[in-house]
């Protein structure tokens, strides 16, 4: 009897588990195949402001100052702005000293902000040009990644909000295989539910759409994208705008340390988004289903896990073997072919223990997530981590 009602927990935990994510990615597969095109009318590249938020960047400042030059937006139409939340290092001698030279760069300085959140809240209540990309000093950006963020913002005027496609720059290949889940997802999302999740690294948005400041936000790039969507404007990715984010885990460990703190910031923002009378319906589904995501998954998983190491000890020991081999056949085949799309191959080994070990990072870091988060910073909140994570 004992045996019977292990297995049925064994069996709904691990078809919920399915459903909550190889089967939600499938069926946001299926629907975007089956959605038709939208035509998009090319319109002129305007004015735009691109923001460079930092703190304590003076050994990355320079490089991304050349990675802005490197960019291939019209440089008639784009000014660079960095704005400084108090570097208490060489960041803004380094880009005082680069304006002398002529650079066209302009510095705002504001000491004592709270981090990110009032730099971005700063330049939004500013008056300038209506689109305005953020770009994390910590990033490097493709050439073509601004213009194509700027041109999929301005192609359909009820988007409001788009991020770049992430790549980290890391050999961990569990950060790997987050971020192409991330950018899959959160690109699906934004095609069926004009709702996608987007990054802090790069993202466009027309100032037009966000005429109010963030108040008790966490992570400005969550609370912004679940800001707009409730309000009836459309969050998108665009695929073909790549940036790198340069600081990021490149152990298990700082992996583990940083999902703890970032997926606290999600749920944080997810739990108290902005009070708006009538959300739409997909907002509303998208909201609900992220939710499950982050607090029963990793409950589901626990029990899941347990139930199967009880039942390897009874007659129904085939059933946790069939099972945890469907996950990894399920795992293996949708990271190979993100990963092919990627360009990098790694062995079928390889990527078997790295999807076997990312989920299970994935739910130690959603079974123990920092109850406190705080405000996240131009560093994405790692201002104590600024010399376990370099640039370089």
Same mark, same amino acid.
């Given at each position: 009897m004992i045996d019977n009602i292990i297995l049925a927990l064994h069996l709904v935990c691990g078809v919920s588990i399915w459903l909550l994510t190889f089967g939600y990615v499938s069926v946001l597969r299926i629907l975007v195949c089956l959605k038709s095109g939208i035509p998009q009318i090319k319109r002129p590249?305007?004015?735009?402001?691109?923001?460079?938020?930092?703190?304590?960047?003076?050994?990355?400042?320079?490089?991304?100052?050349?990675?802005?030059?490197?960019?291939?937006?019209?440089g008639d139409r784009m000014k660079v702005i960095v704005v400084d939340g108090g570097s208490e290092d060489g960041t803004v001698e380094h880009v005082k000293n680069e304006i002398s030279k002529g650079r066209k760069i302009e510095l705002i300085s504001l000491p004592g902000t709270r981090g990110k959140i009032d730099q971005v809240n700063h330049i939004l209540k500013t008056p300038g040009p209506d689109i305005i990309v953020f770009s994390d000093s910590d990033s490097r950006l493709a050439?073509?990644?601004?213009r194509k963020l700027v041109q999929s913002l301005i192609d359909d005027p009820k988007n409001a909000l788009v991020g770049a496609s992430v790549e980290p720059k890391s050999l961990l290949l569990e950060e790997r295989i987050h971020w192409l889940f991330l950018n899959t997802i959160w690109w699906l999302?934004?095609?069926?539910?004009a709702d996608a999740g987007i990054s802090g690294v790069c993202y466009a948005l027309n100032r037009r759409f966000f005429p109010h400041p963030m108040h008790d936000a966490v992570a400005e790039d969550i609370h912004i994208g679940l800001d707009a969507g409730a309000r009836g404007y459309r969050?998108? $990715?665009?695929?073909?705008?790549?940036?790198?984010? /340069?600081?990021v885990p490149q152990t298990a460990g700082e992996f583990l340390q940083y999902r703890r703190r970032r997926g606290a910031s999600y749920v944080h923002e997810l739990v108290l988004t902005p009070d708006h009378p009538h959300p739409p319906l997909g907002w509303k589904l998208i909201r609900f289903i992220r939710l499950l995501q982050f607090s029963w998954i990793p409950w589901l998983g626990a029990v899941f896990g347990a139930a199967s190491l009880i039942l390897l000890t009874t007659r129904f020991r085939t059933y946790p073997l069939t099972s945890s081999g469907l996950?990894? $056949?399920?795992?293996?085949?949708?990271?190979?072919? /993100?990963?092919?799309r990627e360009g990098s191959r790694p062995g079928a080994f390889a990527l078997v223990s790295g999807t076997i070990s990312y989920a299970v990072l994935i739910l130690v870091s959603l079974l123990s997530l920092n109850k406190n988060p705080t405000n996240q910073g131009p560093l994405g909140g790692r201002k104590e981590n600024h010399d376990k994570y370099p640039t370089a």
């Open positions: 590249l305007p004015p735009i402001a691109v923001i460079i938020p930092t703190l304590n960047e003076e050994h990355g400042i320079l490089s991304k100052l050349e990675d802005m030059e490197c960019c291939d937006y019209p050439p073509s990644c601004i999302e934004g095609e069926i539910f969050v998108r $990715i665009c695929r073909a705008a790549k940036a790198v984010e /340069l600081r996950f990894i $056949i399920s795992a293996y085949l949708m990271s190979r072919q /993100l990963l092919r």
